[in-house]
């Protein structure tokens, strides 16, 4: 008999990137009205969390740092089936950047007692794709990014991997604890069913985390990130000269003239 | 404060020469173009960092391309790349050395370990950089990267922690040009990792093939959802024109292109002469990877596509009809060009 695997599963509340539009006018971004939704690479996350439950039994918790508000990834991770939920929330985590968040999140699996770790490949709001691999350095634990596949192997307390690497793929075999990114679109998430629905919006409490509950007070924040945002500037649009053309001969003609063909 | 750090204690531009089974990844030569700048402006040596099994003939080619110094980390336990062993070798040369600066390209391997760099040392990393640019009195790096989709860049800083760590995107910088008279040392470091038990991980099957590299094609031809998943077409006007496929990120999740051809802020940043993009919409996603071709050209049914807005020729159309009466145009041009050479 092999033992059950504790799965962690990390969400994040981004604005929905399908209601941000460029405005044709000054060519900048509309995104004050983007609704809050659950970043979307974190779709396949959850969903190889509950296919990794399915295999080896155990247990799926979602966790998100966020402000109270951001129960609502909890609840969508609940609603498709996720067992438990955590939510790390304190002012004191205010404006963390990569290291602190990771650190939070290491925190946590650790409190937890995660065997396997899963996260999306990067959040679509500032996509720097630094989470997973800053848990499993905080950790000390293995870490498998770009992950397109996993095969549990309990016996060997291993997890198996499928990445994606430049120019093909690799195999590769990590011993727990363990921390995944998988990669946007690797499978295809699973709809929510009703009823679980309803429990997870009617329900369902997550359990609530503070910082100095994980005893990491003084290390987030803004003031304990190395980052800081220097400045915001627009992206010029690339002056483009916008002609339209009825068809093929003219637009071979236009090439021609640019020295194209 | 993050960090009880002295930055006068740091100095020099590191770079990350990134190189699988004796293979340097393009992006390598790139970053020390790039970190050889940011090296002079600074008045500071640049290093160049590499990792691998019997590697010393890439450390040569370092120098030449602008590195004053190499560190070498020769050794099996670095071959094939594991984010193990790379981090922990790389951490504790940058806790030995204290460089200022270290860039790492922004791949799959440098995103997947630069982290375990940054963590252990206490380090600001900055993700997937476009621009890196020294400020003129703090002799901060300043690097920016576009966010959200790229309609705007972040100019991210790192005050008070060294090194100023940033991954950085290939394919945005030119490649280091090579001078042979150039000269510089080549030092062999000591190698930290202690073997397979520091690794994590273990390696069953790695399988590269021959990807094309379409960041350095002259023409590309782009199709997204519009093509509904019939790449004909834009092969056959790709093989005209002597040009690559490329395609969107919609039409590498439908499976319709391999993910080596995506263009975007999630794929690759291409630079062609020439870019034709058929029955792509224009999501900003997209628009961040084309948006350094010199002549664009857009095909679509919707008029109202933003594509339109950031193409220098437009047709309002359908693809399958278009595309392949462009195509005959060219072959018959080229027929032509043919037969006058005769």
């Known amino acids: ?45 959850i969903e190889s969390a509950l296919t990794l439950k399915e295999q080896v039994g155990g247990t799926v918790t979602a966790v998100t740092m966020g402000p109270p508000f951001a129960v609502a990834v909890l609840e969508t991770a609940v609603a498709l089936g996720a067992d438990d939920g955590v939510l790390l929330t304190d002012r004191a985590f205010g404006g963390s950047d990569t290291w602190p968040t990771s650190l939070a999140l290491a925190a946590i699996a650790e409190e937890l007692e995660a065997d396997v770790v899963i996260c999306g490949e990067e959040s679509t709001d500032s996509s720097t794709g630094q989470v997973p691999p800053g848990i499993a350095a905080h950790n000390g634990w293995a870490q498998l990014t770009y992950v397109e596949e996993l095969e549990p192997a309990p016996e060997d307390e291993e997890l198996i991997a499928t990445r994606d690497i430049e120019g093909g793929h690799e195999r590769i075999a990590a011993s727990l604890p363990v921390v995944v990114a998988m990669e946007f679109g690797a499978n295809q998430p699973r709809v929510a069913g009703l009823h679980r629905k309803i429990y997870a919006e009617t329900d369902f409490e997550p359990e609530e985390y503070s910082a100095s509950d994980l005893g990491i007070e003084d290390k987030v924040g803004l003031a304990n990130s190395p980052t800081s945002v220097g400045g915001m500037d627009t992206a010029d649009p690339v002056p483009r000269k916008k002609e339209m053309v009825e068809d093929a001969d003219d637009l071979f003609e236009a090439l021609e003239e640019e020295g194209l063909v | 404060m993050p960090a009880d750090v002295d930055p006068d204690d740091y100095e020099d531009v590191w770079v990350f020469i990134e190189q699988h089974d004796g293979e340097v990844a393009k992006v390598s030569w790139e970053l020390l173009a790039e970190g050889r700048k940011l090296a002079d402006k600074k008045g500071e040596r640049l290093v160049a960092l590499l990792m691998g099994d019997d590697v010393d003939e890439i450390a040569e080619e370092a120098i030449v391309r602008g590195a004053d110094h190499v560190l070498v980390a020769d050794d099996p ?86 090194p100023q760590m940033a991954t950085v995107r290939a394919g945005v910088f030119d490649p280091a040009e090579r001078d042979e008279s150039r000269e510089g040392e080549i030092e062999h470091v000591e190698v930290v990792v202690g073997g397979e038990d520091d690794a994590f991980t273990r390696i069953i099957e790695r399988v590269v093939s021959d990807v094309v590299d379409i960041t350095d094609a002259e023409i590309v031809v782009a199709g997204g959802y519009g093509t509904e998943g019939n790449f004909s077409v834009i092969e056959e006007l790709a093989d005209a024109l002597g040009g690559e496929v490329a395609a969107t990120r919609e039409a590498v999740e439908e499976g319709w292109a391999e993910p080596a051809r995506q263009v975007g802020q999630t794929g690759k940043t291409v630079r062609p002469r020439l870019y034709i993009a058929a029955g792509i919409s224009g999501a900003i996603q997209h628009l961040e990877g084309m948006n350094d071709s010199e002549t664009v050209i857009a095909i679509n049914s919707d008029e109202n596509a933003p594509i339109f807005e950031n193409a220098d020729y437009g047709i309002v159309g359908d693809l399958f009809e278009v595309l392949p009466a462009l195509a005959e145009k060219v072959r018959e041009a080229k027929g032509e060009e043919v037969a006058s050479d005769d």
């Open chain 1, 1 to 45: 008999m092999t033992r059950e695997w504790n799965i962690v599963v990390c969400v994040k509340q981004v604005p929905d990137a399908d209601d941000v539009s460029i405005d044709p006018e000054t060519g900048t971004l509309n995104r004050s009205d983007a609704a809050a939704v659950l970043n979307k690479p974190d779709y396949n996350a």
């Open chain 2, 77 to 162: 336990v670095f071959e094939p790349y594991r984010a193990g062993p790379y981090g922990a070798q790389f951490a504790a040369l940058v806790e030995e050395r204290n460089p200022d600066i270290a860039l790492i390209g922004g791949t799959h391997t440098g995103r997947d370990f630069a982290g375990r760099v940054a963590v252990p040392t206490y380090a600001g990393l900055t993700a997937d950089c476009t621009e890196l640019e020294i400020e003129e009195d703090s002799h901060l790096l300043l690097a920016k990267r576009p966010t959200f989709g790229g309609d705007a860049m972040a100019t991210i800083k790192c005050t008070t922690n060294r």
